[in-house]
C-alpha cells in the first residue's frame, strides 16, 4: 500500500524562507571564508609555517563549493552540509585552547549557522520547485 504523501507548502510560505535561508547561508559561507583568513593572516602563531599554504590549505573546500553557492545550487548547498562540519570541529578544538577562545566560538557558531541555513536552503527550495512545477 502506498503511503500518502504530505501536501507541500504553499508558495506563498516558501518564497521567504529560500530567500531568507540563502541570505544567511551567503552571509555565513563569506563570513566564515573571512574569519578564516584574518585570523590567520594577523592573529595566528603559526610557528614558521607559510601564511599562504596554511589559509589556502583551509579554503580549499570552500573554494570547491563556492561556484554553486554563488549560483544558488541546491546541490551546492547540501554538500557544504557536509563540509561545513569540518569547520565546527575545529572551532569546537580551538575553543578548547584559552588563547584562542574567541576564534573557536566565531567559527563554531558560524559554522552552525551556515549548516543550519544551508540544509533548510536545500530542503525548501527542492519544495519550492516541487511545488512550482504543479505537484500536490
Not at 541546491?74 to 557536509?82: G, I, N, T, V
Amino acid at each position: 500500500m502506498a503511503k500518502k504523501r504530505k501536501p507541500l507548502p504553499s508558495l506563498d510560505w516558501l518564497t521567504p524562507r529560500v530567500k531568507a535561508s540563502r541570505a544567511i547561508s551567503l552571509a555565513s559561507f563569506f563570513g566564515l571564508a573571512a574569519l578564516l583568513t584574518v585570523w590567520n593572516l594577523v592573529f595566528a602563531d603559526l610557528h614558521g609555517a607559510r601564511t599562504w599554504v596554511v589559509v589556502s590549505i583551509q579554503l580549499i573546500p570552500l573554494l570547491l563549493v563556492a561556484p554553486g553557492m554563488i549560483a544558488g545550487s541546491p546541490r551546492a548547498h547540501a554538500w557544504l552540509c557536509f563540509i561545513v562540519n569540518l569547520y565546527f570541529i575545529q572551532g569546537v578544538l580551538a575553543a578548547i585552547d584559552p588563547a584562542r577562545m574567541i576564534y573557536g566560538v566565531l567559527e563554531a557558531a558560524i559554522s552552525m549557522t551556515l549548516f543550519v541555513a544551508a540544509l533548510l536552503y536545500t530542503r525548501w527550495s527542492y519544495q519550492y520547485e516541487r511545488k512550482a512545477m504543479g505537484e500536490a
